[in-house]
């Protein structure tokens, strides 16, 4: 058992050893603390032929968020994963959902009653804060690249 | 590298080689592939609530692709039921043989003895594909008529014709299933070759020539083994195994790679990639683009997605395969390696390293099932108690409502089986083995050969992640 690991470290286990401990440095490292003070932020959404207007919502984690819901066609809702949230609107009657955005990163938004046939891919985006876990994953990513290429070029 | 035979485990050969497990699977999945027509037929239009496309779309597409596809590979054929009624008429009996069947028997044609109508067959489906996956009728009428061209080849076709050369889902499914940690192989080759009758191709009293068209003792890579079994029911000499290997072993042998294979790959990996901006992307214009079939917007859609396949991606891919020769024969050169190149033409290369992207192609399938198959599992419930929406309670599930599972690490799933992709692409690159017969390069021509191929999977990997992580 001690010969084989030892084998290992000698054909370039180590660099994958290093590897792992960065990689668990990234996973586990704090995200900056994000500088803008959290605000009351209203924004409203319209929903209509599978699509949400606009698709895509910036806030800044901490923010009071309200989503004002109006739908133009049929009754359409939103609900936001990893927030556990739903409303729903049916067309000229806006409805409005209030949460605090106390959880960073990027979630989709998906429409919560079946409201025709693209119903399934009716999606939007919440992006709380920076998505870190797009950065981690592809500085992640790049270092497992540069320790392959490394260990490859002394076999 | 190491094998287990699974097959010395005791009751597995027993279990493997018996007929009856395998008919009481395929019989459950012919039953429910007929409820998915009926349904879809005579049921609700409304897909959320119909047993077609929540049955089929849902559920049975992530048994395939989160299950068995990576562990299985081509577990789902060996219990597929679309051949089934084609194959009994064809072999006159629903066991073993006996009787005389249907049908002409006449051999697959040679020049299309290649997986292009396979291929051509898959992105027909894809370009179809948003109605397909959310008009029941649709669906269901496509599900017909898999089975009506499936008997059509069995009644004109010697063998399992319809899965070897046109179902679209047994084409990517066999290029995913080198991947897979299963494999169907011979134990000892010498056995084989001293067997004249070779009864695993041509069959006897105990079971069929291979189905699949196989000859088992050749067997090097998954490919094109349906698992279906036959063969470990025919050989007298016991020579047939289900061995557990390391993942993804087939992606390292030079033998057997093909241009038809390769752009395989190619349609798969910006098939998933397309599909992850329309269906699960912001953009309502791409959804309906891809829904309203004969409008303008589709056609130009239509377009997009024959270009990106056939053209921009296999021709990136190529330019990159190109550089990395380039870059690799100037290294050579300067530092005075005399040594044959690995490959005699960029088309060689340019297949070989095409096998890079089994493994990233699988893993974005994988990270795009993730997210479309957790979001709307809870559709299921629903549809068990009412399949064809009538307004039924059968299990008192009906009124369940919809839950999206797991919907706060999803993200965190889709983003690690993508960096796994990635690295097991840039692995598979690294490692892809020089043509038959050529000498094999230095490790570090061999990593400035793979680099621009690892740069161009970066590429593609990232781009996922946009699409499905931010």
């Known amino acids: ?155 | 590298m190491s094998r287990l035979e699974l097959t010395r485990i005791p009751g597995i050969k027993t279990a493997l080689r018996s007929r009856w497990p395998q008919l009481v699977l395929r019989v459950i999945a012919l039953a429910g592939f007929a409820l998915a027509i009926v349904a879809g037929i005579s049921g609700t239009p409304v897909g959320s609530r119909n047993f077609a496309i929540v049955f089929v779309w849902i559920g049975w597409w992530a048994l395939l692709m989160l299950v068995a596809v990576p562990l299985f590979g081509r577990g789902w054929c060996s219990i597929c039921p679309i051949p089934m009624p084609g194959e009994w008429l064809q072999q006159g009996s629903l066991l073993k043989p006996q009787g005389k069947g249907l049908g002409l028997g006449w051999r697959w044609p040679n020049k299309l003895r290649n997986i292009w109508l396979q291929n051509g067959a898959f992105v027909l489906v894809a370009l179809f594909s948003t109605v397909i996956l959310t008009s029941p009728l649709t669906s269901a009428l496509v599900l017909a008529a898999f089975l009506v061209v499936a008997v059509a080849a069995s009644l004109v076709f010697e063998r399992r014709a319809f899965c070897r050369y046109l179902c679209p889902v047994g084409g990517f499914i066999g290029l995913y299933s080198q991947v897979a940690p299963l494999e169907l192989r011979v134990k000892d080759s010498s056995v084989c070759a001293a067997h004249t009758e070779k009864t695993c191709y041509q069959g006897s009293a105990e079971g069929y020539g291979c189905p699949w068209q196989v000859f088992p003792p050749g067997l090097v890579k998954n490919t094109y083994c349906g698992t279906c079994m036959e063969c470990l029911r025919t050989c007298p000499h016991d020579n047939l195994t289900i061995n557990l290997r390391p993942f993804g072993a087939d992606l390292e042998k030079p033998s057997g790679r093909k241009l038809d294979e390769a752009f395989k790959a190619f349609i798969m990996l910006g098939s998933a990639m397309i599909y992850s901006a329309v269906m699960l992307g912001p953009w309502g214009f791409l959804k309906n683009a891809a829904y309203n079939i004969g409008s303008l917007q589709w056609l130009v859609y239509a377009a997009a997605f024959l270009t990106f396949i056939f053209l921009a991606l296999p021709g990136l891919f190529y330019a990159a395969v190109a550089l990395g020769q380039a870059l690799s024969s100037n290294n050579a050169q300067v530092v005075r390696v005399r040594q044959r190149r690995p490959f005699s033409t960029h088309r060689q290369a340019f297949i070989a390293f095409a096998y890079s992207l089994v493994p990233l192609g699988l893993a974005a399938w994988i990270a795009f099932s993730l997210s479309f198959v957790l979001a709307n599992l809870s559709y299921l419930w629903p549809v068990i108690s009412d399949p064809l929406g009538w307004g039924w309670d059968l299990l008192r599930t009906a009124q369940a409502p919809w839950t999206p599972y797991l919907s706060g690490v999803t993200p965190i799933l889709q983003a690690g089986v993508l960096l796994v992709g990635l690295l097991w692409a840039a692995r598979t690159a690294l490692r892809t083995p020089a043509a038959p017969g050529a000498r094999p390069v230095e490790p570090r021509q061999q990593v400035i050969q793979a680099l621009p191929v690892i740069l161009f999977c970066s590429a593609v990997s990232f781009g996922l992640l946009g699409l499905l992580v931010a």
């Open chain 1, 1 to 155: 058992m001690l010969k084989r690991l030892r084998s290992r470290l000698a054909n370039g286990g180590w660099k994958w050893g290093i590897f792992s401990i960065l990689m668990l440095l990234i996973l586990i490292s704090p995200v900056p603390a994000f500088s803008a003070p959290p605000a009351d932020r209203h924004i409203k959404i319209n929903a209509s032929s599978f699509e949400y207007d606009p698709g895509v919502i910036r806030v800044n984690p901490g923010d009071r968020v309200t989503l004002e819901l109006s739908s133009t066609d049929v009754t359409h809702g939103i609900a936001i994963d990893g927030y556990n949230l739903q409303v729903t609107a049916e067309p000229g009657q806006n409805q409005s959902l209030t949460f605090v955005a106390d959880q960073q990163g990027t979630y989709r938004l998906r429409c919560s009653v079946t409201c025709g046939a693209l119903h399934p891919f009716m999606i939007g985006k919440l992006h709380v804060g920076p998505n870190t876990l797009l950065l981690k994953s592809i500085l992640i990513a790049t270092l497992g690249l540069a320790v392959m290429i490394w260990t490859g070029t002394r076999q």
